[in-house]
């Protein structure tokens, strides 16, 4: 076993939609990537499409950060042969029990968490990465232009993107348990902390699954993530097979645990 390439983590989504074929289905993406390339998912889910909260996992997004789809493809295959077996889970030494396991799959209509899986720092980074986090100022948002100009800066008082304080406290929280997941594994500790403390960003795919709902107040509102696994790019396969452990368990910890943030009302912006 080593490192998947393109073809072979698309006939992974295959043959786990022909093992399961009650407990998951491949789904074509309805836009393609920028190159042309047919994208597909795989849902997984004991229940019809649309009737349970989930969240949605992506990987594999910049090209030399081998790994990520390693580790999506085998967390679907281990919560799905789980579940089948009414089994747990064990990732070292972090165990997951055969209740906890059916619940990722059945408890959970929509999308209300998002994770986009990248390599490396070994860290889990919440909203917001244009600035800093601040939860005092509703006007001081992305979508009011009278702070046009002076995003990105650190440390200054002019600017802070806004995050309600409720969204703050259970994106800090489900990041929390992530981290505590992978370091029942074999002890690695995960730091967590906003997109911008990493680097400041813009346009990137968490801010953005966070961000519609205050464009759009019809829109559910998604706690999303970014993951930056691991301390190189491409690590020697036996050292990813661990990496696969670690953040397999926190991603089965956060799925536990993200039921606990839904039924609270949304703060508007
Ligand atoms: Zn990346």
Redesign the pocket.
């Known amino acids: 076993m080593s490192y998947l390439n393109n073809t072979e983590v698309d006939s992974a989504l295959t043959n786990l939609s022909g093992a399961y074929p009650t407990l998951c289905e491949v789904v074509d993406l309805p836009e393609r990537s920028v190159e042309g390339v047919a994208c597909r998912a795989l849902r997984l889910g004991a229940a019809p499409a649309g009737s349970r909260d989930c969240v949605v996992l992506i990987g594999g997004?910049?090209a030399r950060?081998w790994g990520s789809c390693e580790i999506l493809v085998f967390f679907a295959a281990d919560l799905l042969r789980a579940y089948s077996t009414h089994s747990g889970l064990a990732y070292g030494a972090k165990k997951y029990t055969a209740a906890q396991v059916k619940a990722m799959l059945d408890a959970f209509p929509r999308t209300r968490w998002f994770i986009d899986v990248?390599?490396f720092s070994e860290d889990i980074l919440y909203v917001w990465g244009d600035d800093q986090d601040q939860s005092d100022n509703p006007s001081m948002n992305f979508l009011n232009h009278a702070f046009d100009g002076v995003r990105g800066d650190a440390d200054d008082a002019r600017y802070r993107e806004f995050i309600p304080g409720i969204d703050f406290e259970h994106e800090t929280g489900l990041a929390r348990d992530f981290q505590d997941g992978l370091h029942g594994v074999r002890g690695r500790s995960y730091t967590a902390k906003s997109g911008f403390d990493l680097y400041p960003t813009c346009g990137t795919s968490d801010d953005y699954a966070y961000g519609r709902h205050f464009v759009d107040p019809s829109k559910e509102r998604i706690l999303a993530y970014t993951i930056e696994w691991g301390t190189e790019f491409q690590p020697p396969w036996n050292e990813m097979e661990n990496i696969i452990k670690d953040v397999d368990a926190g991603l089965a910890q956060f799925c536990v645990k993200a039921p606990s943030t839904v039924a609270v009302p949304t703060v508007a912006a």
């Open positions: 997004v910049h950060e990248h390599s």
